[in-house]
């Protein structure tokens, strides 16, 4: 044992562990990236299962239909009137054909600024009282007046109303059924489960008249479709990319699927072989979105509450009517209704693929882990480099003969003040963007984009320019180095705890911002234009404005966006760019320019004396 | 609702005074309900003189439980079944102003007679295994965690003038479902079983299809001016079926959608079609005894008061009732209600016509009256760690303040914060301190006692007050954890005592202690039991804990320990380390392997 | 921690943040350099903390963990508990005292009379369990027996030897002819024999009751009868089934059922205390009883056709549908049941053992340690049953009661009753010592079981009310140590602690303690190693410099 300790010590003095690092941070990362490419492999993803017993998806016959299609048509003709009314008009007309039905009804107002606007409406949402149940639990069926998309829910409206008048003949029902009624998918949800939980702010949004018990899961349905449809599309991503408990979407694939013949489609992949490619490109839109952490419907607000949820949206072109819509939800419900515990059994973190297909957790999370590993060890590296003697400052011993120990055996003073300084100092500066961004009028965006992109590509230069001419002590690569293992080290550190949190987000951030691992101070002129070029290039303002470009719409829009779910639904990723990723770029800029003219890199030339 | 409540308190009074006269008695009150819902009550009351009690010669009073009671010290008895929700926006004031209903699931309080709180507790237990052993209930999970001892809430409806030494005990289970086999031994206590009389209506599909039913069992005894005393047992099931839900044959439950052309649609609508319908539901609909019970009325039982007429039904007398021949009707003078009467041997069949149209809703049901107090209950806040419970309080009254008083029995890993705990008038954004009149309140012992919360408070009229306090929820062991953990944990229904505002002076002994019980509790009412999800751990974890900390500890013990003993020495000093050398161990030592 | 090179040069010596034992310049030059020697001190603090770790493991840890993990096993008499059940500890005997009043005797003979008599009983009996003793009851003694024998012989003098029993209590009336008094030397006499079979023959069913007893239980045979007839044995298990388990109180429920809703009310009490009451008491000494009553309408019986044959029986009772629901509390509940109603029994298949299953008017059957049904036809429209409408029931009832009870059948009712409560003793004697035994046994099969306190001093009362019963067989304080014995035991054999014993198997202990103390064990063991290993070195280094210094 003290043999074992000893030796490896005596390892760490060895030269050619120092030499290794940046090698071993690349190859963390091509790993990562190409366990990723792994994972739609059949021997790395699994074949989605029913957890959860209680569930019993697709076990009960479903009655929705026959006649139950006149009053869908009758509630559809009163829909249909109603387009283009105010929101309050809506709910003045929807509110009694709701009480007819024999429900609670109640409303709420909510309002919320962001980026210069104001989000305000009123919710309606209505109680069918379990019969013989006790106000204990709950499922929420949502629709949306408007979906993500602004287009009008026609068909979603009429057909909740239609099932609820249709649930309420039933006597089976163990929990409350909830139909929430929203003028918008995204707003007026967040608003109804915030005041739902207590979780509101009662000045902006007025809390609930009525309540029921613990929400068990909630499914909105997002119905704009006048055709027939073909198959029905799951959207399941959560605000900050939570997602709801795989059994939900495992319960829906299968009543869906096996019980109505209705295809299932994720992620907009409107058609999908089961073969490798499609399984990559579902897979990838998953992470996106995750990474992204938007809210993409109704029911995204209701995960960050542990209440599971999707939206479901009919889509192509089939042969299947409303009240096979309708069905699929009744199954849901009566699944739902089957629960005897919380869902708990399934998995919450997973990557789907295909409808069945699936990885988990425990399987993915290593290629981000290793990402974010890579600028750990480079941290590291730069610190134990830093401990060894700056060039000159080495012993040179004549009489020496084994020069091993002479080199690793000499320590050098590290001055830590003001790199510290440094990297907190942009670490603080990072405050100012996203409160900017996320508190400018939408009007200013565009100008105060530019603006920070000016500034953003002066402010490395402008930067080290100040550290190296320092009046005082001039900072010397050693100290550059010290900056760069920090920010790399805060950076590795934000990165791997984000990862179990939220994988995509931190597996994007951290691939995007893999090079500042690698770039060195460099004294050449032609060297610095090249660094400075690619810097720019990875840039969080370039990263904004391609990803922008790609998508066909402007940053305005995009920042817009980002502001909105920041107030609204409380998105962190605009955190993560401004407070995680943006400082570590400056600080890989400052790195980057500070290097001195004529000073020979640090691990250069003990080679050369080896 | 008054006019209904009357009768049936007169009957009540009338009958526990003329005591002796008649030893059993039974009625049903039917009352149709606003959205096509009807509330029957039915009541069994029976008694036998205490002498005969004592002696153990039993005729109507059911032997089996008196036994209990013989053995278990009890003087007094009061027990509930109840399933679902009493909808009082659109029902109204509860039957029997509250005072024959519990909370959902089993609820049980009795007087005890003891000495010492533990032989009460002792007695108790006693009392409630072998109840639960009765009812087919599991009452012997009312353990001393879930027993309270109310000090405000109850008083006693019986005369008890002899006995001094009388505990009150409280306990709730909030989980149990109510189910058919707690009817079985129910019916089995009355005389006349289920095979005559009123009682032949009880079926368990329809009771227990109802929207909300209660079953309830009350032991008194009662001591009439100059007569003897006598002990009474009052059966009691109150229910509220859904007729549409009802009149569906049994043999075909499933609700499928009627054929297009049986709905019901409003016609009034431009766009009504053959294939278009807005449904026009919840008129007024005729219903027959046989469609809403799947029987009919089997004469009468033979041992009950033949003077009190068995049936009664609550509808104006505008509206027509039709009944099976040789059934007289009597109607009540106040025009609301009409009584039947039946031969022994004669089966009763009721049908109320539907109304024609034009007829305005309002004369087609008697308008229940409202209640003197709404309430309703829910938890506020989210997460695993603390919470916090608000009942919003609505008096509708515009000129007369409610008094009551609030009892919450809350288990014990709900720790609530008695501090935070405040009454604020709606509108009004600080707390009112002089709603709350009085506070009692016992806090609860891990594992061994409940939280008991009683508060005499009152509420404005016509206002609303939000009562809101926070707890602490706090984790239990491993195996405290029930099978479904992640389910959540119960929390008893808080019960409403509202006093009356002009209190009588009690009666010493007969009908005036039961009045004066009544005269205690104006009206009672229970809020919904509500679900606490505590944090529940992964429970196929506690090996890998276990083995991971003696790990952590071991390694950490080993660590210091070595640096406690091992002695420093210079690296060339100490013996031959480095890469160097392992690997020139590794050489040698497969050379010796090559060798060999 | 880091290990530190010593530096090479004066210069940098100053630099080092770790600066060791100084280092002598004369060992610069050879490549290996030797630690230098620790000072004592250090050797000896080393030597200490070892020394003190082990005495916290040894001395504290062991004996927390020993006193933690070990399963509280309180120390039973087994040994003595093994033979109670195999009957070692206890003979069971009743000596049965006899008097005789001879008052028209004179001394001699009556005395002559008795030994003869006694010498007659030895002969005939085989049974040493059980043994009759004569003793003559003083002239002087008035009429009536004394409490102290169970039996009073009157000699009087009549034309020819007949024996009755008297109704009211234990006494055997005897007359006989003037010529039957033996002459004193005569050795033996036709009415000493007469006397001596007609008490075998009174006490022939006891015997052979308790015999029977015996040997169901494990009693070594040297006092175990010979032979009982096998015919006799097996009526016998057939009553002792029958019988109900012994119990000081019994809760007798009159029910009347009736299908339809008449009659609703009978005059039961007035029955009771008319026909039942005066058995009751006499039954007082050994049970005391509690009744109460109930009336059920609307009760339909589990088998509806009209002839009830003997299969039919066991189904009448509809448990399902009427309550009789057994009473709270300990006592056993003996059901009687009028059924109103006009079945009638086909006349079953008469074996001897079940004589009196079906009562005299074949409108009764007895259910083994449950009660009686008995049918009851009625006209339609009588509404009350009055008390003499109750008069053969009830008295079926009792007949019925009495061997539910385990009474023998033979014999005046006196003397039935203390022959009842002498086989109660012995049986009571006999179930607690085989449950001691049970228990103990037990106790040796699963060491792993937990003995609480409770059940340790539950066995020694046990044994002691034993030892006290056994002392006093046949009396009635016998049979109140048998009783309490018995429900000591039974307490003692069923506490709810001892069964309820978490299951928890070795290799999870291994996969617990293994992490914990492999880890934690082998830093201590190798240091307790090493020390020593230094330790010897020093030693045998001190012994060299010795030796050196010996040879300068």
Redesign the interface.
């Known amino acids: 044992m003290p043999r074992l300790l000893a030796s490896a010590l005596q390892l760490r003095r060895d030269p050619r562990i120092l030499k290794l690092p940046p090698y071993v941070s690349l190859l963390c990362i091509l790993v990562g990236v190409a366990w990723l490419f792994l994972l739609p492999l059949d021997q790395y993803s699994r074949r989605t299962y029913i957890s959860e017993n209680a569930l019993l998806p697709g076990q009960v016959h479903t009655y929705f239909g026959g006649s139950d299609q006149n009053v869908f048509r009758a509630y559809k003709h009163e829909v249909n009137e109603l387009a283009g009314k105010s929101n309050t008009d809506v709910n003045d007309k929807l509110e009694p054909i709701v009480k007819g039905l024999g429900l609670k009804t109640a409303r709420q107002n909510f309002t919320y600024h962001a980026a210069g606007h104001t989000y305000s409406g009123e919710n309606l949402y209505a109680i069918l009282q379990a019969p013989r149940g006790d106000a204990t639990e709950a499922i929420v069926l949502v629709a949306a007046w408007e979906n993500v998309k602004h287009e009008i829910n026609r068909n979603g409206i009429p057909l909740a109303l239609t099932l609820l008048r249709y649930f309420k003949r039933w006597s089976l029902w163990s929990k409350d059924i909830i139909l929430l009624i929203t003028p918008d998918s995204i707003a007026g949800p967040q608003a109804w489960v915030d005041a739902y939980h207590d979780a509101h702010d009662p000045s902006r949004v007025s809390s609930l008249p009525l309540k029921s018990g613990l929400l068990q899961g909630a499914i909105a349905i997002d119905y704009t479709q006048e055709t027939r449809f073909e198959s029905v599309h799951i959207v399941y991503d959560g605000v900050n990319g939570q997602l709801p408990n795989l059994d939900l979407i495992n319960s829906i694939v299968n009543i869906a699927g096996g019980q109505m013949g209705i295809g299932v489609a994720l992620q907009e992949m409107w058609h999908h072989d089961n073969g490798y490619p499609d399984r990559l490109r579902t897979m990838l839109r998953g992470m996106l979105k995750q990474g992204l952490g938007l809210a993409s419907g109704a029911h995204s607000s209701f995960i960050p509450y542990h209440v599971d949820a999707v939206t479901l949206r009919p889509f192509g072109d089939g042969w299947q009517d409303e009240m096979a819509m309708g069905r699929v939800v009744e199954g849901s419900f009566r699944s739902l209704n089957n629960l005897l515990e919380h869902l708990h059994q399934s998995f919450f973190f997973y990557l789907l693929m295909q409808r069945e297909r699936f990885v988990s957790i425990g399987t993915y999370l290593p290629s981000a882990m290793l990402v974010a590993a890579n600028f750990t060890i480079m941290a590291i590296a730069l610190w134990v480099k830093t401990g060894q003697p700056a060039e000159g400052a080495a012993p040179k011993t004549k009489t020496e003969t084994n020069t091993t120990t002479t080199t690793t055996t000499t320590t050098a003073e590290r001055d830590l003040f003001l790199p510290l300084g440094v990297v907190a100092l942009i670490q603080s500066l990072s405050i100012i963007p996203l409160y900017l961004f996320n508190h400018a009028p939408e009007s200013t965006l565009t100008t105060l984009f530019i603006a920070f992109t000016a500034l953003n590509t002066l402010l490395p230069q402008v930067l080290s320019h100040l550290l190296t001419t320092l009046p005082t002590t001039p900072t010397t690569p050693h100290q550059f180095n010290l900056i760069k293992s920090f920010s790399l080290l805060l950076l590795g550190m934000f990165l791997s705890t984000l990862a179990t949190l939220n994988f995509s987000l931190a597996l994007i951030t951290g691939l995007l911002a893999s090079p500042l691992s690698f770039l060195q101070p460099c004294q050449t002129r032609a060297g610095k234009v090249a660094a400075t070029a690619l810097l720019n290039a990875v840039s969080p303002t370039a990263v904004l404005l391609a990803g922008a470009a790609y998508w066909g719409t402007d940053v305005t829009s995009v920042l817009k966006e980002a502001a909105v779910a920041w107030q609204v639904c409380g998105t962190y990723s605009p955190v993560v760019v401004w407070c995680v990723w943006w400082p570590a770029w400056v600080a890989g800029g400052v790195v980057v320019l500070g290097g001195r003219p004529g000073t020979p890199r640090g691990v250069g030339n003990k080679e050369k004396m080896g | 609702m008054r006019q209904f409540l009357s009768l049936l308190w007169l009957s009540l009074f009338s009958f526990s005074i003329f005591a002796s006269a008649a030893d059993y008695h039974e009625q049903l009150n039917l009352r149709p309900l606003p959205l096509s819902s009807l509330l029957a009550s039915f009541n069994f009351r029976s008694n036998t003189t205490l002498d005969d009690f004592d002696k153990g010669n039993f005729r109507f009073f059911p032997r089996s439980l008196a036994q209990i009671l013989q053995h278990a010290g009890t003087r007094e008895l009061h027990l509930r079944f109840s399933l679902g929700r009493w909808d009082a926006e659109t029902w109204g004031a509860r039957p029997w102003d509250g005072a024959r209903e519990g909370g959902t699931g089993v609820e049980l309080w009795a007087w005890l007679e003891a000495d010492t709180d533990e032989e009460a507790d002792h007695k108790w237990l006693t009392l409630t295994n072998a109840l639960s052993g009765l009812f087919c209930a599991s009452l012997n999970f009312i353990d001393g965690t879930r027993t309270t001892r109310p000090v405000m809430s109850f008083q006693p409806e019986g005369d008890h003038s002899t006995v001094t030494n009388m505990h009150l005990l409280y306990g709730v289970l909030p989980h149990e479902v109510v189910c058919t086999e707690n009817l079985t031994p129910f019916l089995k206590l009355l005389p006349c079983k289920g095979k005559a009389g009123i009682a032949t209506l009880l079926d368990g599909h329809k009771l227990f299809d109802a929207s909300w039913q209660s079953m309830a069992i009350d032991i008194r005894p009662i001591c009439p001016p100059g007569g003897e005393c006598v002990l009474q047992i009052e059966q009691t099931i109150d229910m509220v079926l859904d007729i549409d839900r009802s009149k569906r044959p049994r043999d075909n439950p499933i609700p499928r959608p009627p054929p297009g052309d049986q709905l019901p649609c409003d016609t009034s609508k431009p766009y009504n079609s053959h294939d278009t319908c807005f449904p026009a539901d919840h008129t007024n609909q005729e219903w027959t005894l046989s469609q809403i019970f799947g029987k009919t009325v089997k004469g009468t039982c033979p041992l009950a008061d033949s003077t009190i007429p068995p049936v009664c039904i609550q509808v104006p007398d505008s509206r027509s009732v039709f009944v099976s021949k040789d059934v007289h009707e009597k109607k009540n003078p106040d025009g609301l209600s009409r009584c039947f009467d039946i031969a022994p041997s004669t089966e009763l069949e009721m049908m109320l016509p539907r109304l024609d149209e034009g007829a305005s809703t309002t004369t087609d049901i008697v308008t229940p009256e409202t209640p003197l107090l709404y309430a309703e209950r829910s938890f506020t806040g989210h997460g695993q760690e603390r919470g916090g419970v608000q009942t919003i309080l609505r008096n509708p009254s515009p000129d007369t303040a409610v008094e009551f008083i609030y009892m919450e029995s809350l288990p014990w890993f709900m720790r609530i914060y008695l501090h935070t705990m405040e009454a604020r008038v709606a509108g009004h954004s600080h707390a009112n301190k002089s709603l709350i009149q009085q506070v009692y309140y016992r806090p609860a012992l891990d594992r061994a006692r409940a939280t008991q919360l009683e508060v005499r408070m009152r509420v404005p009229p016509a206002s609303t007050v939000f009562l809101t306090y926070d707890f602490e929820k706090s984790i239990l062991r491993y195996t405290e954890y029930p099978p479904d953990a992640n389910r959540g944990f119960d929390v008893a229904a808080a019960v409403i005592t509202i006093l009356d505002p002009q209190p009588e002076t009690i009666g010493s002994h007969g009908g005036g202690a039961a009045k004066s019980a009544r005269r205690f509790a104006a009206y009672t009412l229970r809020t919904t039991s509500l679900l606490c999800s505590l944090p529940t751990p992964d429970f196929s974890m506690p090996y890998n804990v276990i083995i991971f900390t003696s790990t952590a500890i071991a390694l950490t013990f080993g660590g210091m320990f070595n640096i406690l003993v091992r002695r420093f020495v210079a690296a060339d000093e100490g013996p031959e380390a480095g890469l160097a050398v392992v690997l020139g161990r590794l050489k040698g030592r497969l050379r010796g392997m090559l060798k060999r | 921690?880091?290990?530190?090179?010593?530096?090479d040069?004066g210069a940098?010596n100053s630099k080092s943040?770790v600066n060791?034992e100084a280092?002598t310049p004369s060992n610069e030059a050879q490549t290996?350099?030797?630690?230098p020697p620790?000072k004592p001190s250090?050797v000896r603090r080393?030597s200490h903390?070892?020394l003190s770790?082990w005495l916290i493991v040894l001395c504290l840890g062991l004996p927390i963990w020993w006193k933690t993990t070990t399963i509280y096993r309180a120390d039973l008499p087994l040994q003595e508990m093994l033979d109670w059940s195999d009957g070692k500890a206890c003979r069971p005997v009743f000596p049965l005292r006899i008097s005789i009043q001879a008052n028209a005797l004179q001394e001699q003979e009556a005395q002559n009379l008795l030994r003869l008599t006694q010498h007659a009983l030895d002969d005939l009996n085989d049974f040493s369990g059980h043994h009759l003793r004569l003793q003559l009851a003083p002239p002087s003694a008035t009429e009536h027996h004394d409490r102290d024998s169970v039996l009073t012989i009157r000699l009087v003098p009549g034309d020819t030897t007949t024996a009755k029993f008297d109704p009211h209590e234990p006494v055997l009336d005897i007359t006989y002819p003037p010529n039957g008094i033996p002459s004193p030397t005569s050795s033996s006499s036709p009415l000493a024999t007469y006397v001596a079979s007609q008490l075998r023959s009174t006490f022939a069913e006891e015997q052979a009751t308790i015999s029977y007893l015996l040997s169901t239980n494990s009693i070594p045979s040297d006092h175990r009868p010979q032979g009982l007839p096998s015919d006799v044995s097996d009526s016998l298990s057939k009553r002792t089934t029958r019988s109900l388990k012994y119990s000081p109180t019994y809760h007798l429920?009159f029910s009347l059922f009736t299908s339809g809703?008449?009659p609703?009310?009978w005059d039961?009490?007035g029955a009771i205390g008319e026909y039942m009451k005066p058995v009751l008491d006499v039954l007082s000494p050994i049970h005391n009883f509690?009744?109460?009553?109930?009336?059920q309408?609307?009760?339909t019986p589990g088998v509806q056709n009209q002839v009830l044959n003997k299969e039919d029986l066991s189904s009448f009772i509809n448990a399902a549908?009427w309550?009789l629901?057994p009473?709270?509390?300990g006592a056993p509940t003996v059901n009687f049941i009028v059924f109103v109603g006009n079945q009638t029994i086909a006349a079953p298949s008469q074996t001897p053992g079940d004589s009196d299953t079906l009562g005299p008017a074949s409108h009764s059957w007895l259910i083994p340690q449950w009660g009686t049904v008995y049918l009851l036809p009625l006209a339609d429209d009588t509404a009350h049953l009055p008390a003499e409408a109750l008069k053969q029931p009830l008295l079926t009832f009792t007949s019925h009661l009495l061997s539910l009870t385990g009474t023998p059948q033979s014999g005046s009712l006196p003397l039935r009753l203390s022959t009842l409560s002498r086989i109660r003793s012995a049986d009571l004697l006999l179930r607690a010592s085989s449950t001691l035994g049970s228990l103990a046994r037990l106790a040796l099969a699963l060491p792993s079981i937990s003995i609480p306190s409770r059940v340790a001093d539950g066995v020694s009362k046990t044994m002691h009310h034993l030892r006290l019963a056994c002392e006093t067989l046949g009396g009635p304080e016998g049979l109140a140590h048998a009783r309490i014995a018995e429900a000591e035991a039974e307490r003692a054999f069923f506490e709810k602690s001892m069964v309820g014993q978490l299951y928890f198997p070795d290799e999870?202990k291994i996969?617990?303690y293994l992490?914990?103390?492999?880890?934690?064990a082998?830093?201590?063991v190798?240091?307790l190693l090493n020390?020593l290993k230094a330790w010897r070195k020093r030693r045998r280094e001190a012994a060299e410099a010795g030796r050196e210094k010996k040879r300068e």
């Open positions: 921690m880091s290990i530190q090179q010593p530096p040069n940098e943040p060791i280092v290996k350099k030797q630690p620790e250090d080393r903390i070892i770790f429920t809703s008449l609703s009310s039961i009490d509690t009744i109460d009553t109930q009336v309408l609307y009760a549908e309550p629901s009473s709270i509390g999870h996969a617990v992490p914990l103390l492999g880890p934690v082998v830093p201590l190798m240091g020390e």
